[in-house]
Nanobody, 119 residues
Framework: QVQLVESGGGLVQAGGSLRLSCAASGIIFRINGMGWYRQAPGKQRELVAA???????NYADSVKGRFTISRDNAKNTVYLQMNSLKPEDTAVYYC?????????????WGQGTQVTVSS
């Protein structure tokens, strides 16, 4: 069974940094796109950053220049380096990946990790 497990969330002061990690486990044949989404209380889930298997990246305008997404294909892991954090970055952050396993291609989600930025 394929799972995505996130880590690295927490409480940080404005201007600080956090690094999120998301590791895919199970019998995995291939991973295409991977990404990070976030959902703040009372708001819809939104894309933060995405990365293709070839390393092309895409960012939400609100995080450009502050966040960096990367991946280690050998470890089936995606990272999100978050710098210059702002209180408005407070949300639950979810990892997402398109994964080919013995069941075929599916879109998987992590359980979410809380990021809280205090002012």
């Amino acid at each position: 069974q394929v799972q995505l497990v996130e880590s690295g969330g927490g409480l940080v002061q404005a201007g600080g940094s956090l690094r999120l990690s998301c590791a895919a486990s199970g019998i995995i044949f291939r991973i295409n796109g991977m990404g990070w989404y976030r959902q703040a209380p009372g708001k819809q889930r939104e894309l933060v950053a995405a990365i293709t298997s070839g390393g092309s990246t895409n960012y939400a305008d609100s995080v450009k220049g502050r966040f960096t997404i990367s991946r280690d294909n050998a470890k089936n892991t995606v990272y999100l380096q978050m710098n210059s954090l702002k209180p408005e970055d407070t949300a639950v952050y979810y990892c997402n990946a398109d994964i080919l396993s013995g069941l075929g291609w599916y879109d998987y989600w992590g359980q979410g990790t809380q990021v809280t930025v205090s002012s």
